[in-house]
């Protein structure tokens, strides 16, 4: 049977509209970041553009809907992290990955700067493989530039569990009470001491 050209034509149509359609990226995607206390890493991630939202919240852990009280004792085996929902058009995943790579101490083992615990431990958690693959080789990159042994964990993202409401833009809310403890965590020094001036 031989179709008209017009509808060979209208078919060929449909099939390159589908194929791009499945060929372009997600609206949205998710990453998730521990680096220490999620007001800061909260705060980092805000200036990127591309970056939809950010969440402060807690991963890693075994206690379900935990609290900000019950976490901050190190006992439930979370650690403080911020989930980053983006648009990958506009900024992708290895991006994020520099910024928090250069917006922590990847050296600092149970800690971040003034913060001590497990509960402050370093890591990127993937959502997918091509995350794991892409953390893993800047965390092969990195570990060039340092004698002493990364101690950021790429863990497969688990249950995130968004933060009591306070703890949400809390820079943006507190901005004096988050410059002096930022000033007063060292945080700053301590990333320019790591990684040289932003920008540099």
């Known amino acids: 049977m031989r ?5 060979l034509l209208s078919l060929a149509l449909n099939i390159a509209v589908i194929a791009g ?3 372009q990226p997600p609206a949205t995607a998710t990453a998730t970041f521990a680096g220490g206390c999620f007001w800061c890493t909260e705060a980092d991630f805000d200036k990127v ?13 075994m206690a379900v809907n935990p609290t900000y009280e019950q976490v901050v004792t190190g ?5 403080e992290a911020v989930e980053v929902v983006y648009d990958p058009k506009v900024v992708s995943y290895e991006r994020l990955l520099d910024v ?17 615990g497990n509960q402050y431990r370093p ?4 959502h997918s493989e ?10 092969k990159t990195h570990q060039a530039r340092f004698k002493q042994p990364i101690q950021t964990e790429i863990t497969a993202a ?9 703890h949400q833009d809390y820079y943006k809310k507190n901005p004096v009470r988050y410059q002096f403890y930022r000033f007063n965590c060292g945080r700053d020094a301590r990333l320019e001491e790591l990684w040289g001036k932003p920008g540099s």
């Open 3 to 7: 179709f008209p050209a017009a509808i």
């Open 158 to 166: 688990t249950t995130f569990y968004k933060a009591e409401d306070y």
């Open 21 to 23: 359609a499945a060929a």
């Open 130 to 139: 091509d995350q794991r693959a892409l953390a893993e080789a800047t965390r």
């Open 49 to 61: 553009e591309g970056v939809i939202s950010t969440t402060s919240g807690y991963i890693g852990g």
């Open 123 to 126: 890591g990127i958690f993937y």
């Open 100 to 116: 928090f790579w250069k917006n922590h101490d990847p050296l600092a083992k149970d800690r971040q700067f003034c913060d001590r």
């Open 75 to 79: 006992r439930t085996g979370h650690t």
